[in-house]
């Protein structure tokens, strides 16, 4: 394989994909060596199949707001890889979702959940729909309308759908009453449900705690303790927010929160009652950081980036391409010593170049955050076997499956210098179960 030829192949047969293909290209470039050491992979072109989704779903969703007005959204799902399970990723909406966010994000899903060792392919979907400055009740019926059309494609052993950027807990309860309705059966077929109907506890935290729990196994590979690090955390959402709650339960101090309006620095750092705050201004009244700032007299920036701020580790947990070549620079400068990332690519290729010219200590999101799709793995195995498992139960399953990822990625990424690379690590370690998985199926 020569990676250059298939990204341009790629380039040709679908422009106007950069997410798609930056993503493409980050994971060939490292798994080029690893790949050409296996001549029946290429013998079977298995990297062109392996990039290519199965199958693409694209439909209009038509819905009613409050004032009667019929709207339409376009909508997606990527079923990227189902060679060692069903399909599995959460749905996003955002003004800003399109094919080659959502290609993307699929794409780095079949690797993520390869990753935690448990069955599950690789999918994603979503909608250029906006749930903020909606109403409940719109949001309900945009939910029905967009399950009204997916419901036929998805099911327990098929594909299950989860939460992303703008699917939280009550989306996630809207579409799955929808899809229960039609399809007349309970099943696991979402993952994030809320704890009454299926859902597992420990998911709603899973990313953000399954992201600290990789930092710290990081971190012990140079013997550096959490307690007292200060950290910059973008995001407000729900990785970020449980990323904070674990950060300050391990006595290392959150001083940074954002959205998409702008950023807040706490130098007094974010503590649990601040940040009980933050869960409530966010995930009930739906407001804006900047309110955060007007109450505790902290540092508000309108339009800008947490990286402009000072702290020991950087935590991305807000969306991808959030953190570039100067933000990074910024950051090793500065004394920065570790960046684990909770979002899906939130750093750039050349930010990524940075950390690694600087040894530093960088965890990419497939392998940092992938304990919230490794806990909704968990959410479906309980919906199978109809039982629950406790909170300390899920927990510990978590923080076994993250230690378990961190050793797969040291194994695949440690150079001769003794430098990890995590990123080398995740992709090969990803990619060398599914392509196994895809030679002994055969071409199909």
């Known amino acids: 394989m020569k990676v250059q030829e298939v990204v341009n192949n790629l380039k040709c047969r679908f422009p106007n994909e950069p997410e798609y293909i930056q993503a493409v290209t980050e994971v060939l ?25 199965d199958r693409i779903f694209s439909f209009r969703v038509t819905w009613v707001d409050d004032k009667g007005r019929v709207q339409t959204n376009m909508a997606y799902r990527v079923q990227h890889n189902n060679t060692i399970g069903p399909y599995k990723g959460g749905i996003r909406f955002h003004s800003s979702v399109n094919p080659s966010i959502l290609k993307f994000l699929a ?95 420990v998911r709603p935290e899973a990313t953000g705690y399954g992201n600290i729990y990789f930092l710290l196994e990081m971190l012990k590979t140079k013997g550096i303790s959490i307690e007292g690090k200060r950290c910059l955390v973008s995001g407000s959402g729900n990785v970020a927010q449980y990323t904070c709650e674990k950060l300050i339960q391990l006595g290392a101090i959150p001083v940074t929160l954002s959205d998409s309006d702008g950023y807040i620095y706490d130098p007094d750092g974010i503590t649990k009652e601040k940040l009980d705050y ?108 109809r039982l629950s498992w406790t909170r300390e139960e899920v927990d510990e399953k978590l923080k076994r499956i993250m230690k378990d990822i961190h050793e797969q990625c040291v194994k695949y990424g440690k150079t001769s210098d003794d430098y990890i690379d995590y990123v080398k690590g995740a992709n090969v370690a990803g990619f060398m179960k599914v392509a196994k998985a895809m030679l002994a199926q055969g071409i199909i």
């Open 107 to 201: 794409f780095e899903q079949t690797f993520k959940n390869s990753l935690t060792t448990l069955p599950m392919g690789g999918g994603k979907g979503g909608s250029d729909f906006s749930p903020r400055g909606k109403s409940n009740a719109e949001v309900m019926r945009f939910c029905q309308a967009f399950i009204l059309e997916l419901w036929r494609h998805i099911g327990p052993d098929t594909d299950v759908p989860a939460g992303d950027i703008g699917v939280g807990g009550r989306e996630v309860a809207y579409m799955y009453g929808m899809y229960r309705k039609l399809a007349r059966e309970n099943t696991g077929t979402f993952t994030g449900k809320g704890i009454e109907f299926g859902g597992s506890l």
């Open 29 to 53: 470039e490292s798994i080029e060596e690893v790949y050409n050491l296996h001549p029946e992979f290429e013998r079977v072109n298995l990297v062109e199949r392996l990039c290519i989704p």
């Open 278 to 385: 933050v869960m409530e201004l966010k995930n009930i009244e739906r407001g804006r950081i900047r309110e955060y700032a007007e109450k505790y007299n902290c540092k508000y920036v309108a339009g800008g980036r947490v990286w402009s701020e000072t702290g020991d580790i950087a935590l991305p947990s807000a969306t991808q391409n959030e953190l570039n070549e100067d933000d990074a620079i910024r950051l090793v400068k500065s004394g920065c010593i570790a960046v684990s990332e909770g979002a899906n690519m939130p750093s750039t290729p050349e930010a990524v170049a940075v950390f690694q010219e600087a040894k530093m200590l960088y965890a990419p999101g497939k392998a940092a955050n992938a304990g919230g799709v490794a806990t909704s793995g968990l959410e479906m195995t309980q919906n199978s076997m």
